[in-house]
């Protein structure tokens, strides 16, 4: 038995197909090469990448005329805004695009100035320039990676002649934002200033940015903008702090095995001090002079002016003469007054001769005065103090490490280690104890209950599911292809086939049959045939006949 005989026999579905005339196989094995392949094409999805995205109608339409007079696929996808073509094609498609002016985008700019009107009104002139340089505004904070879509507002009033009446400009820009995506501080701020920047006399604080949520993104102004900025900066300083602990601890302990908190107490207060502090002149010879004055006087012999005021004492002294001696009345009254002492209201005596003794000694008398006023700076210090917006005054940090597993088990940390932690927390932090700040580090275990999402809810199983899901839809139309159209076209050909093969086989014992009996029918007259020569050829010549059987018998008996 040969090898396709026995592969036959073993898979008799196989032996139908067999029996196919050549040009049947060959379609039945094309058809099923067009089926795998459209299963492949239809399992693997065509590599189509966005060529834009958020395209107004005009520019959609525009692009699609271009890509249908050049024949290159293309699909829609965000409800119409975005155009995919095949991968390779995007970026040259782009430039050639590009090249024509394409998208020209929703918003208009500067090309508003390229066809002027004739007659138009000065208010006119001045509304096309504020859209033009809206439209440009838009334009380039479409640049920005996380921006979709931009509008921009501007708010120009006309100038008035008088300066009190003038007023500054303001401006509003609305971002539509990529899904997931947001900006930044700094991106916000950019924004403002570049919108800023482009518009004359308009302060960036005058600018207000909103998200396509309403969200306002722009700082706010007054008491509301300094809120959000404090809370902030406290927030600020609590995660810096956290990321500094967890810096250190999580290569000693092991990543996950530390927790820790902040809270940070800012003083957000603003004082202004003004001091004026005197200091005396402590160190003699340091001081410093502001003004001296110095009178000196002289007299040598003269006498003083006294008795009453009037005409009389202002009358030349007499001439001296001798005072008289005469005995004191009191025993304890002075002889000789001192000069210029005179007791007020009482006239100095006559002079007499026993006063020249005392006349010669006021002659030889000689006065001297001498007056100084000195004025020394006094020290004077003035300061003016603004403490600064927003300083620490305290940092309360709480931090709990995990059991370390020992033998197999958790178990607590020793005090040196405890210790240590301890002492690189507070210099993480900064510990003040003047500040008043707290520090507490625990060692306990950690009980943790792990979470976990079910298999039907994880996005990674959806995938893979919805892909099975796909596969399995193609398998079930792909049999229901072959049981309802290949398999009875199939048996149908399989079963003529047969019935053909054995009506053949038939009608071949039928040929064999006949041409067998044919060939005894034959074999029967030629054996009547011998016989009757044999017979006539035994009356004609018996003694021949004889001898032949003679020599026959003769052959017979021999070994």
Do not use: C
Not at 49 to 65: C, Y
Not at 359 to 383: C, P
Not at 524 to 550: C, F, G, H, W
């Amino acid at each position: 038995m040969s090898p396709m005989t026995d592969w036959m026999n073993r898979y008799p579905a196989l032996a139908r197909l067999a029996v196919l005339p050549r040009p049947v196989l060959l379609g039945l094995g094309a058809s099923l090469i067009a089926v795998a392949v459209v299963m492949a094409l239809w399992l693997r999805e065509a590599d189509y990448r966005s060529l834009f995205t958020n395209l107004e109608g005009r520019d959609g339409g525009a692009i699609v005329s271009v890509l249908n007079q050049r024949n290159i696929p293309y699909k829609f996808a965000d409800n119409g805004t975005t155009i995919l073509v095949p991968a390779d094609q995007v970026y040259a498609l782009r430039l050639q695009l590009a090249e024509q002016g394409l998208p020209r985008g929703g918003s208009v700019g500067f090309e508003l100035l390229d066809q002027p009107r004739f007659g138009a009104s000065q208010f006119t002139e001045q509304v096309t320039y504020q859209r033009a340089l809206e439209g440009e505004l838009a334009r380039s904070i479409e640049g920005m990676q996380p921006v979709k879509a931009a509008r921009v507002h501007l708010a120009i009033p006309r100038q008035s002649l008088f300066v009190r009446d003038r007023e500054a400009p303001t401006a509003s820009v609305l971002l539509t934002l990529y899904p997931g995506r947001s900006l930044s501080e700094s991106q916000v701020s950019a924004i403002a200033w570049l919108v800023s920047s482009s518009v004359p006399k308009l302060n960036a604080d005058a600018v207000s940015i909103v998200d396509q949520d309403g969200h306002l993104l722009s700082a706010l102004s007054g008491e509301a903008g300094a809120d959000g900025t404090r809370r902030n900066l406290v927030a600020d300083i609590e995660q810096r702090t956290v990321q500094r602990i967890l810096t250190l601890l999580n290569p000693i302990v092991g990543a996950g095995n530390v927790r820790a908190q902040v809270s940070a107490t800012v003083d957000f207060s603003q004082r202004e001090q003004t001091s004026e502090v005197y200091r005396p002149n402590e160190t003699p010879g340091e001081a410093a002079v502001r003004s001296k004055q110095t009178s000196a006087s002289l007299q040598n012999g003269a006498q003083p002016p006294h008795g009453v005021p009037g005409a009389l004492s202002n009358e030349p002294p007499p001439n001296a003469t001798a005072p008289i001696q005469s005995a004191p009345a009191n025993p304890g009254q002075t002889q000789n007054p001192a000069p210029g002492a005179a007791q007020a209201g009482n006239p100095p005596p006559a002079p007499t001769a026993g006063t020249a003794v005392g006349a010669q000694a006021g002659a030889e008398r000689v006065s001297s005065r001498s007056d100084a006023t000195i004025n020394y700076e006094v020290d004077r210090t003035i300061s003016h103090i603004k403490h600064e917006l927003g300083i620490l005054q305290r940092l309360s940090v709480a931090v709990v490490v995990n059991y370390r597993e020992k033998d197999g088990e958790p178990a607590p940390l020793e005090s040196a280690d405890m210790e240590n932690i301890d002492a690189l927390v507070r210099q993480a932090m900064g510990f003040s104890a003047e500040r008043g700040d707290t520090l507490s580090v625990v060692n306990s275990a950690f009980t943790e209950t792990k979470v976990q999402t079910p298999v039907w809810e994880n996005p990674a199983y959806q995938g893979y599911a919805m892909q099975l899901l796909k596969v399995l839809l193609y398998l079930a139309l792909a049999f229901f292809l072959w049981r309802s159209v290949l398999k009875p076209i199939i048996h149908g050909f399989a079963n003529a086939q047969v019935e053909r093969a054995k009506q053949d086989a038939r009608q071949q014992a039928v040929r064999d049959h006949q041409r067998m009996a044919e060939q005894r029918a034959s074999e029967i007259s030629r054996y009547e045939d011998n016989l009757d020569t044999a017979r006539t050829m035994a009356q004609k010549d018996p003694r021949a006949v004889a001898m032949v059987l003679r020599s026959w018998m003769s052959k017979n008996e021999k070994p």
